[in-house]
């Protein structure tokens, strides 16, 4: 399971942040249960009032994110799911997602939480979705990792590191 080895971290106050959250529309099955995941962390860390945006499929995430980040959010979480079949376009997808959403976070020096979840079947996905049964909550995990890193970038950006 990809989840062993992840940090153990309590949940941080993170009010003073503008968090937003884009999140593809299709599986909605698991797409409800990341985006529950994403709501629980930001629930957790105090996050007031986040923004929620839902767009047509992966691919759409990272241009949405990019025009969040222009409207000055602290933290963009991206959450989408692509389930392999039998052509290509699970790798074009895939690439085209986490490319983009890198240029977001390096490009506007803005947090992006990476809540994609790339998986060769759908139950790999449900797994991964946060949902009752699933053995992981990717939707929280990479909404918690989005507010942890803008915190870091407020205070490296005030001129110190810790």
């Known amino acids: 399971m990809s989840g062993h080895g992840a940090p153990t971290q309590e949940p941080v106050d993170c009010h003073d ?3 937003a959250v884009v999140a593809a529309s299709w599986h909605t099955q698991v797409m409800d249960g990341l985006v529950a995941g994403a709501e629980r962390a930001l ?3 105090s996050v ?3 923004v929620v945006v839902r767009v047509p499929g992966t691919f759409e995430l990272p241009v949405v994110a990019a025009a969040l980040a222009t409207q000055g959010y602290d933290a963009v979480v991206a959450l989408g799911v692509v389930i392999r079949g039998g052509t290509p376009h699970f790798d074009y997808v ?3 997602a986490t490319d983009g959403l890198t240029r ?3 490009d506007h ?3 992006v939480g990476f809540g994609v979840l790339t998986c060769d079947t759908e139950q790999q996905a449900l797994d991964r979705a946060g949902l009752q049964g699933s053995a992981e909550d990717k939707g929280y995990e990479a909404t918690a990792a989005a507010l942890l890193t803008a915190q870091t970038l407020k ?3 005030r001129g110190y590191e810790a």
């Open 17 to 19: 942040l503008r968090v």
């Open 43 to 45: 629930s957790a860390h």
């Open 104 to 106: 977001v976070a390096l």
């Open 94 to 96: 895939c690439s085209a």
């Open 48 to 50: 007031e009032a986040p």
């Open 155 to 157: 205070r490296v950006k």
């Open 109 to 111: 020096q803005t947090a």
